[in-house]
């Protein structure tokens, strides 16, 4: 029992005098891939082909969707929730015309 005290005590101190180095490499990491997907979305254009616009709408909605949480069954939730995916994909084509 007073080994695993005594580890468990170890283990904190090393964990309080570690070099902050070692998560700034895990933090630049996801700050430059939160940087990289929005210049991604920032160079997306939308297409002036009608049959283009509506593939790429149709891949922006996928996108959104995936994001969110399932569709639901109840035919009421369901209406709700296409009004949200309607209300983001307004937001983000919004922002893609600006």
């Known amino acids: 029992m007073s080994e695993v005290l005594l580890l468990m005590v170890m283990l904190f101190a090393a964990y309080?005098?570690?070099?902050?180095t070692w998560f700034s490499k895990v933090v630049v990491n996801e700050e430059s891939k939160r940087i990289n997907t929005q210049r991604s979305e920032s160079l997306l254009v939308i297409p002036e082909d009608s049959v283009l616009r509506?593939?790429?709408i149709t891949q922006l909605r996928s996108q959104i969707e995936r994001d969110m949480y399932p569709r639901p069954i109840d035919p009421t939730l369901q209406r709700l929730y296409d009004a949200m995916v309607d209300d983001e994909l307004?937001?983000?084509l919004a922002a893609l015309a600006a």
């Open 16 to 20: 309080l005098f570690m070099p902050t």
């Open 54 to 56: 509506r593939h790429f």
């Open 90 to 92: 307004e937001n983000r």
